[in-house]
């Protein structure tokens, strides 16, 4: 089916493609190197943190930044992660991959992270919370202060793979613990088709990381960390020493020259997005819909329908997609419920919220190129929807 509001658009520029194209006509090298650490570098700037690495995916920047804080803080088998009941696959599998054991707990729709009353209960119950994994969901901004004073003691991660510029106080999320993860996937604020950052102001962590990504070798370090580490192994050769456990999650030179292109719009991209939140907020001016979202530090990534019924979210969805509109659940929905966690054996009535989203809650895509078009065809269509609903509702 043709959508005149896809999920997605294609957000690659015929300036993208040429700055590729002069990259392929020019190098000689197109796996990691100089365009790569330009990447990283220009990142830096734009985040305000010291230190990032381009890899393969979003998803392998959470595995590699949680294996690496494993090591770094000799994290053990069954140590507890706090995790948000919704969230993305690829932020849980680490944890079970990793030995180190999922605590989860409700969210809420505000948004969209940890449930407050929720999380007073997870003190109670599990006041040796080792690490605290937390996603910035959809665009909004989790409350990060408050778990850092319920929690004083455990470790921070966050996760803005799909938030990109979302900010607390002003300043970016993925700067207010020991790392955070951001995607590049084909349908977020910027791509480089896969790809992804982990970005870090602990040195340490950040070298460790270096190692990892790359099969373990110490070469891929600095000079400066390499050096120690060669001294104590003498009877090995320095260009093939591996120091820990690794992979290869490196990203490649012309994901690094298209991301270098893309990064130039990021800030126009996150505005535009912005925008469009605040005018799909004033759409839903309807009753049967929550739009009680947590505005300040937005980098909305999609545009919710949080309906008051199952009734309501059924009928919408399968109106809107008859009618041009591409939708999708919220996320994953209640991960509680998703195959892979069974085994886990949880009881859903301690999660009643995230199960709300999961059953009266989808959305629609939110980029900077919706036009003044699509948007007048969207409101008609909502006016004729709510209108029949209502109608229906008083017989």
């Known amino acids: 089916m043709k959508y005149f509001w896809p999920l997605m658009k294609d957000i690659i520029t015929d300036g993208d493609k040429n700055a590729m194209i002069d990259f392929i006509k020019s190098a000689n090298r197109f796996t990691n190197g100089i365009k790569v650490r330009e990447f990283e570098a220009e990142w830096n700037t734009w985040l305000g ?19 690496a ?49 929720h999380l007073e209960k997870i003190k109670q119950q599990h006041p ?18 408050h778990y850092k004073e319920l929690f004083p003691d455990a470790l921070i991660a966050e996760d803005v793979c799909e938030s990109h510029g979302v900010e607390i106080n002003e300043k970016k999320a993925g700067v207010f613990g020991e790392g955070g993860t951001f995607s590049f996937y084909f349908g977020h604020h910027m791509t480089t088709v896969e790809g992804g950052f982990v970005s870090t102001n602990n040195t340490e962590l950040y070298e460790l990381m270096r190692a990892k990504r790359s099969h373990g070798l110490a070469r891929e370090m600095s000079k400066e960390a ?23 999650f490196r990203n490649m030179e012309i994901n690094a020259v298209l991301g270098l292109s893309q990064l130039k719009n990021l800030d126009n991209s996150i505005i535009e997005r912005k925008n469009n939140l605040d005018r799909f907020i004033k759409l839903l001016d309807y009753t049967e ?28 969805e399968e109106y809107l997609v008859i009618n041009g509109i591409e939708t999708r659940p919220l ?3 209640n991960l509680l419920r998703q ?26 895509g939110n980029n900077h190129l919706i036009t003044e078009e699509d948007w007048v065809k969207l409101e008609n269509l909502m006016v004729k929807f709510m209108s029949s609903y209502r109608d229906r509702r008083v017989k």
């Not at 195959?339 to 989203?357: G, S």
């Open 49 to 67: 943190c010291k230190h990032s690495l381009f890899v393969s995916s979003g998803s392998t920047a959470n595995y590699l930044l949680l294996a």
């Open 69 to 117: 804080m494993k090591d770094l803080y000799d994290l053990k088998p069954g140590d507890k992660v706090l995790v948000p009941s919704m969230t993305w696959v690829t932020n849980i599998g680490p944890i079970i991959q990793l030995g180190l054991r999922p605590i989860f707990c409700d969210i809420n729709s505000y948004d969209f992270s940890f449930d407050k009353e």
């Open 128 to 145: 040796d919370i080792k690490l605290i994994w937390i996603t910035h969901l959809l665009g909004f901004a989790a409350d990060v202060d």
């Open 226 to 248: 390499q050096q120690p580490i060669i001294e104590k192994y003498p009877d090995v050769h320095p260009q093939f020493l591996f120091i820990t456990d690794g992979y290869n």
């Open 289 to 316: 819909f929550d739009t009680n979202f947590k505005i300040e530090g937005n980098s909305s990534f999609i545009l919710p329908f949080l309906c008051e019924s199952i009734e309501l979210k059924n009928e919408l």
């Open 331 to 333: 996320c994953s929905g």
């Open 339 to 364: 195959p892979f966690l069974q085994y886990l054996n949880l009881d859903l009535e301690n999660y009643p919220k995230v199960d709300d989203l999961h059953f009266k809650g989808f959305y629609i």
